[in-house]
């Protein structure tokens, strides 16, 4: 433990926060070429949306899993 706390849930947060600002930005993405562009770009869009979207779950549940096993 550090003053700030336990070190792997600082770092179990920051890939949260880096996760979720990297879903945010492939929404973004995604909305700004809705109807601007073609089939297999818009779709690829989507797939990074939703790859985000997966990233993003997977560091939460990781960063709650942790406070639930470590109570800090």
Same mark, same amino acid.
């Given at each position: 433990?550090?003053?700030t706390?336990?070190?792997?849930?600082?770092? #179990? #947060? @920051?890939?949260?926060?880096?996760?979720?600002?990297? #879903?945010?930005?492939? @929404?973004? /993405?995604l909305?700004?070429?809705?109807?601007?562009?073609n089939?297999?770009?818009?779709? /690829?869009?989507?797939?990074?949306?939703?790859?985000?979207?997966?990233?993003?779950?997977? /560091?939460? #549940?990781?960063?709650?899993?942790?406070?639930?096993?470590?109570?800090?």
């Amino acid at each position: 433990m550090t003053e700030t706390g336990c070190e792997e849930k600082q770092r #179990l #947060l @920051v890939t949260y926060d880096k996760a979720s600002s990297e #879903l945010s930005d492939a @929404v973004a /993405a995604l909305r700004k070429h809705e109807g601007i562009t073609n089939k297999e770009q818009y779709e /690829a869009l989507c797939r990074a949306s939703e790859d985000a979207h997966m990233r993003t779950e997977q /560091a939460r #549940l990781a960063f709650e899993r942790h406070n639930q096993d470590h109570n800090c």
